[in-house]
């Protein structure tokens, strides 16, 4: 059975792959031009771009209209989301078999994951006046530092135009108990723009257990600003802020492995925010960047009894600098370079707040460290065609051994042929967590402060093709990536952690194409085929070896509708079943979910739409244990001044 539901998935795939995707797909070549702000010290375009990426466009979420950024994240090729149950809960996002923690997560360039567990949670994070995705895929620290070993998710929010007072008011209503309101205001003058929002977002959800019939539901707060001024012609400041609450039921799982019905709850509540300065010369060849940002973190967990099973504060504080020239050397290749200088501060904290899990006081003292970095990245661009990107950085680490890392890539617009060529090469590193280094729990965890930090090196190369005068893109990719010293559990009650032998490794291909009529009818799919294992060369858990997505939208010329659908397959899933002794894996099932929506444009303020997830109503875990939701119908308006 299960090699039948293999070659049935595959076939699916392979039959689809002359269709299209508009969101999880390298981006199809169109007037627009696509800038890719986290893909270096300074923004790229995406066809100067050699590292494997996804934009997932204001469009792709204007007309899909998802309620949380994961929804968004499990149709981007590479990627594999792991949600613990009901909205609210612990989501995890691996990127090409890597772990949680070895992505960076940025919203609006403030990394944004708990110093904890050095990893963000997606389960907290709605859609909340985003307006694009940007998902860069391999190593990525020698732009950004620790924790992009395998790669950046820059969550983007929108910013004011300037052209005076716009906003706009949205309402949505759903089964499971859901209701969400949202807000939104932005003014912008010659000089000047600014804008914010304000999301709310309940749900009485359902049962995670498969016992007893408690629902576990969740509440959500997300509140952003962000603001550009033009000091002079030459000087910028720009700022944004954001806030971020989430109260979640959820069950406690037994020291067997069974998930209990129970009442527990966690709060979480986090709060970001940064300024920075740009400088341009006048003849726009220096430039300058400074910026600072500071975020906390507090995440508190109660057992069904009300008392504090597990707390935890954390704080981040980050100071940037750049420097940077533009070359124009026409009589070598006609060619343009930009060679960048950098400094980065970042200083990180971790406190424990719950006494009653802790017998030696001296754990609940804080924790901290620092790290210093110097980054240089040199950019050039060859003939109008080849585009070539080097960076190294070096990390002088506080609490561990120091580190450098550097990447180079390049892509290659083949003249004439609608061929693109792009490949990249570089190391990565990741940090020991502060819970892996000093979360001490009697008779359950001992934390090992002497961990070092893990590194990798990968690559990837691929080919992208444009067809039909660019209505059709296709593109395949083959990326490997190995890791050394993993940081893995050991042990049972209690656990700890160390630096394993031996190497992980990460291998596979992802494959996309889009299609675009531009007569209102987009189509598209994705594929990754992912092959990790650990040092011992088992395959790793929660890592699906086939995943894909299928996208259509229509818009219809004689009325203001737009139609769209999406079918997200999943195959069989390996996960650890702690029921037994000892722990054994088990296969998860493999599994599809369709979703489907429509958009009517009542008028050119006022829109109407509809959608429902999960249509077929599909039983699957991405977690063992944990159910996850049935068919669900949502419904709402949005006007817009």
Same mark, same amino acid.
């Given at each position: 059975?299960?090699?039948?539901?293999?070659?049935?998935?595959?076939?699916?795939?392979?039959?689809?792959?002359?269709?299209?995707?508009?969101?999880?797909?390298?981006?199809?070549?169109?007037?627009?031009?696509?800038?890719?702000?986290?893909?270096?010290?300074?923004?790229?375009?995406?066809?100067?771009?050699?590292?494997?990426?996804?934009?997932?466009?204001?469009?792709?979420?204007?007309?899909?209209?998802?309620?949380?950024?994961?929804?968004?994240?499990?149709?981007?090729?590479?990627?594999?989301?792991?949600?613990?149950?009901?909205?609210?809960?612990?989501?995890?996002?691996?990127?090409?078999?890597?772990?949680?923690?070895? @992505?960076?997560?940025?919203? #609006?360039?403030?990394?944004? =994951?708990?110093?904890? &567990?050095?990893?963000? /949670?997606?389960? $907290? +994070?709605?859609?909340?006046?985003?307006?694009?995705?940007?998902?860069?895929?391999?190593?990525?620290?020698?732009?950004?530092?620790?924790?992009?070993?395998?790669?950046?998710?820059?969550?983007?929010?929108?910013?004011?135009?300037?052209?005076?007072?716009?906003?706009?008011?949205?309402?949505?209503?759903?089964?499971?108990?859901?209701?969400?309101?949202?807000?939104?205001?932005?003014?912008?003058?010659?000089?000047?723009?600014?804008?914010?929002?304000?999301?709310?977002?309940?749900?009485?959800?359902?049962?995670?257990?498969?016992?007893?019939?408690?629902?576990?539901?969740?509440?959500?707060?997300?509140?952003?600003?962000?603001?550009?001024?033009?000091?002079?012609?030459?000087?910028?400041?720009?700022?944004?802020?954001?806030?971020?609450? @989430?109260?979640?039921?959820? #069950?406690?799982?037994?020291? =067997?492995?069974?998930? &209990?019905?129970?009442? /527990?709850?966690? $709060? +979480?509540?986090?709060?970001?925010?940064?300024?920075?300065?740009?400088?341009?010369?006048?003849?726009?060849?220096?430039?300058?960047?400074?910026?600072?940002?500071?975020?906390?973190?507090?995440?508190?967990?109660?057992?069904?009894?009300?008392?504090?099973?597990?707390?935890?504060?954390?704080?981040?504080?980050?100071?940037?600098?750049?420097?940077?020239?533009?070359?124009?050397?026409?009589?070598?290749?006609?060619?343009?370079?930009?060679?960048?200088?950098?400094?980065?501060?970042?200083?990180?904290?971790?406190?424990?707040?719950?006494?009653?899990?802790?017998?030696?006081?001296?754990?609940?003292?804080?924790?901290?460290?620092?790290?210093?970095?110097?980054?240089?990245?040199?950019?050039?661009?060859?003939?109008?065609?080849?585009?070539?990107?080097?960076?190294?950085?070096?990390?002088?680490?506080? =609490?561990?051994?120091?580190?450098?890392?550097?990447?180079?890539?390049?892509?290659?617009?083949?003249?004439?042929?609608?061929?693109?060529?792009?490949?990249?090469?570089?190391?990565?590193?990741?940090?020991?967590?502060?819970?892996?280094?000093?979360?001490?729990?009697?008779?359950?965890?001992?934390?090992?402060?002497?961990?070092?930090?893990?590194?990798?090196?990968?690559?990837?190369?691929?080919?992208?093709?444009?067809?039909?005068?660019?209505?059709?893109?296709?593109?395949?990719?083959?990326?490997?990536?190995?890791?050394?010293?993993?940081?893995?559990?050991?042990?049972?009650?209690?656990?700890?952690?160390?630096?394993?032998?031996?190497?992980?490794?990460?291998?596979?291909?992802?494959?996309?194409?889009?299609?675009?009529?531009?007569?209102?009818?987009?189509?598209?799919?994705?594929?990754?085929?992912?092959?990790?294992?650990?040092?011992?060369?088992?395959?790793?858990?929660?890592?699906?070896?086939?995943?894909?997505?299928?996208?259509?939208?229509?818009?219809?010329?004689?009325?203001?509708?737009?139609?769209?659908?999406?079918?997200?397959?999943?195959?069989?899933?390996?996960?650890?079943?702690?029921?037994?002794?000892?722990?054994?894996?088990?296969?998860?099932?493999?599994?599809?979910?369709?979703?489907?929506?429509?958009?009517?444009?009542?008028?050119?303020?006022?829109?109407?739409?509809?959608?429902?997830?999960?249509?077929?109503?599909?039983?699957?875990?991405?977690?063992?244990?944990?159910?996850?939701?049935?068919?669900?119908?949502?419904?709402?308006?949005?006007?817009?001044?």
């Amino acid at each position: 059975m299960r090699s039948m539901r293999h070659a049935s998935f595959l076939a699916l795939l392979a039959t689809l792959l002359a269709a299209a995707q508009p969101a999880a797909a390298q981006e199809t070549q169109a007037p627009l031009v696509i800038v890719i702000t986290s893909a270096g010290l300074t923004p790229f375009e995406r066809n100067e771009v050699g590292r494997s990426f996804t934009v997932i466009r204001p469009e792709v979420i204007e007309d899909t209209k998802p309620a949380y950024v994961a929804d968004v994240l499990k149709a981007v090729p590479g990627l594999a989301v792991s949600q613990m149950g009901a909205p609210g809960n612990t989501t995890q996002v691996r990127v090409r078999g890597a772990e949680g923690n070895h @992505v960076l997560v940025l919203i #609006d360039g403030i990394p944004v =994951s708990e110093t904890a &567990q050095g990893e963000f /949670d997606f389960g $907290r +994070l709605a859609v909340a006046n985003i307006e694009r995705i940007e998902v860069l895929r391999g190593p990525q620290s020698a732009f950004w530092g620790a924790n992009a070993m395998a790669g950046v998710i820059n969550i983007v929010t929108k910013s004011g135009a300037r052209n005076g007072l716009s906003g706009s008011l949205a309402g949505e209503l759903g089964t499971d108990g859901t209701r969400m309101t949202s807000g939104t205001l932005a003014y912008g003058q010659d000089n000047f723009d600014a804008s914010g929002s304000l999301t709310l977002r309940h749900t009485d959800g359902f049962n995670v257990s498969s016992l007893g019939s408690e629902l576990d539901g969740a509440t959500h707060i997300d509140a952003n600003a962000r603001f550009s001024a033009d000091i002079t012609p030459s000087l910028t400041l720009d700022g944004t802020i954001r806030y971020g609450r @989430v109260h979640a039921e959820t #069950d406690w799982q037994d020291f =067997s492995g069974i998930l &209990q019905d129970t009442a /527990d709850t966690t $709060r +979480l509540t986090e709060l970001f925010g940064a300024l920075g300065l740009k400088w341009v010369s006048d003849d726009h060849l220096w430039f300058q960047n400074a910026r600072i940002s500071a975020g906390t973190t507090e995440r508190i967990t109660n057992d069904q009894f009300g008392a504090v099973s597990d707390a935890y504060t954390g704080d981040r504080y980050k100071a940037s600098y750049q420097v940077g020239r533009h070359f124009v050397t026409p009589d070598l290749l006609d060619s343009t370079h930009t060679v960048t200088l950098g400094y980065d501060l970042v200083h990180e904290t971790f406190q424990r707040l719950d006494s009653t899990a802790i017998i030696d006081p001296s754990m609940l003292e804080g924790k901290h460290r620092t790290a210093h970095s110097l980054i240089g990245e040199y950019r050039g661009t060859y003939l109008d065609q080849l585009h070539l990107t080097a960076a190294v950085r070096h990390d002088f680490n506080e =609490s561990f051994a120091d580190i450098t890392t550097y990447s180079v890539s390049g892509a290659w617009q083949v003249p004439n042929t609608g061929t693109r060529l792009h490949a990249s090469v570089g190391t990565g590193s990741t940090n020991p967590t502060f819970t892996e280094q000093f979360g001490y729990i009697p008779g359950s965890f001992i934390p090992n402060p002497n961990l070092l930090p893990e590194t990798s090196f990968g690559w990837d190369i691929g080919v992208e093709q444009t067809l039909l005068d660019g209505m059709v893109t296709v593109d395949a990719t083959y990326f490997n990536q190995t890791l050394e010293n993993e940081i893995a559990t050991i042990g049972w009650m209690p656990s700890t952690v160390i630096n394993e032998t031996g190497m992980s490794t990460r291998q596979g291909v992802e494959l996309t194409a889009s299609l675009d009529f531009f007569n209102g009818f987009t189509a598209g799919v994705s594929y990754t085929y992912l092959d990790a294992r650990n040092p011992d060369g088992s395959q790793e858990i929660r890592r699906p070896r086939h995943s894909g997505a299928v996208n259509l939208a229509y818009t219809l010329e004689e009325i203001p509708l737009t139609l769209h659908g999406e079918v997200v397959l999943t195959g069989d899933n390996l996960d650890t079943d702690f029921s037994t002794f000892p722990a054994s894996p088990v296969v998860l099932p493999a599994y599809s979910l369709v979703n489907a929506g429509l958009n009517y444009q009542v008028s050119d303020q006022v829109e109407i739409y509809g959608r429902v997830h999960n249509l077929f109503d599909t039983k699957y875990q991405q977690v063992l244990g944990y159910n996850t939701q049935g068919r669900t119908f949502y419904a709402g308006a949005k006007a817009s001044f």
